[in-house]
């Protein structure tokens, strides 16, 4: 069985702050989607990774896979509030039709 | 292109009734799967359709239940509610890209047992 586990589960910081969520797992992942969810919606794709060792940039945000496509990093630069909600990660594991999803961290941001 | 939708947005049901959520995908998108969401549980996999046909299936017992219009449309069905079925339904509609296997979600359906 695939899983992915997220850390830290909960990250409470002040504005212009930086921080960094982990996504890891034994397994090996063709691609993984980081998204964003806010309160009583639903998730919205922020990006995704596909090649190992790959970084891709969205405004402050960073997003790396890892060399091995076991792992993920999302690091956060000047936290804003508007950054606030929770952030999961999926990786698209053995069937292609099914993504294996992290347990989330939530994020707040205090002005 | 117009985003997933859903509906109803938020349903209020009595234990031991039963609800139809209904998710209509992204234009072209063949892949509609279905979540169920709970404070401290993430997203839990229910089932995941392709062309009218269940082509996964996640760990939830058989009063939950779904299936595939010819247009993609997708329909899930809860018999006999319980109080612990009240959480938020997601519906994503899947695309196999040059970026790999996409889900975009639609805003759920916040279900209410009581």
């Given at each position: ?5 997220q ?7 002040q ?18 989607q ?6 009583g919606?639903g ?8 090649t190992?060792?790959?970084v ?5 945000l ?5 060399d091995?496509?076991?792992?993920s ?13 929770l ?17 989330g ?7 | ?12 049901k009595?234990r ?7 998710c ?13 969401q709970?404070?401290g ?15 996964n299936?996640?760990?939830f017992?058989?009063?939950f239940?779904?299936?595939?219009f ?18 938020l339904?997601l519906?994503a509609?899947s695309?196999?890209?040059?970026q ?7 805003p759920?359906?916040?279900l209410?047992?009581?």
């Open positions: 069985t695939q899983l992915l586990e850390s830290p589960q909960f990250l409470s910081i504005e212009g702050e930086n921080l960094t969520v982990y996504c890891n797992s034994s397994s090996v992942f063709s691609s993984l980081w998204y964003r969810q806010e309160p919606e998730p919205v794709l922020l990006v995704t990774v596909v190992g060792g790959e891709k940039k969205l405004k402050r960073t997003f790396q896979f890892g091995a496509r076991k792992d990093s999302l690091h956060i630069t000047a936290a804003q509030p508007g950054d606030t909600g952030y999961l990660c999926a990786g698209a594991g053995d069937s292609n039709y099914q993504l294996i999803w992290g347990a961290t939530k994020l707040i941001i205090k002005p | 292109k117009a985003g997933v939708t859903q509906t109803p947005r938020y349903l209020i009595t031991g009734q039963q609800v139809t959520l209904s209509s995908p992204i234009s072209g998108h063949r892949s509609v799967s279905w979540y169920q709970t404070p549980q993430g997203l839990q996999f229910l089932f995941e359709y392709f062309s009218e046909t269940q082509r299936k996640g760990n017992p058989g009063r239940s779904g299936r595939q010819s247009n993609s449309r997708s329909e899930m069905n809860v018999s006999t509610l319980e109080l612990g079925d009240s959480a339904y519906c509609s695309w196999q890209g040059a790999g296997y996409e889900q975009y979600f639609g759920g359906t916040r209410t047992v009581t």
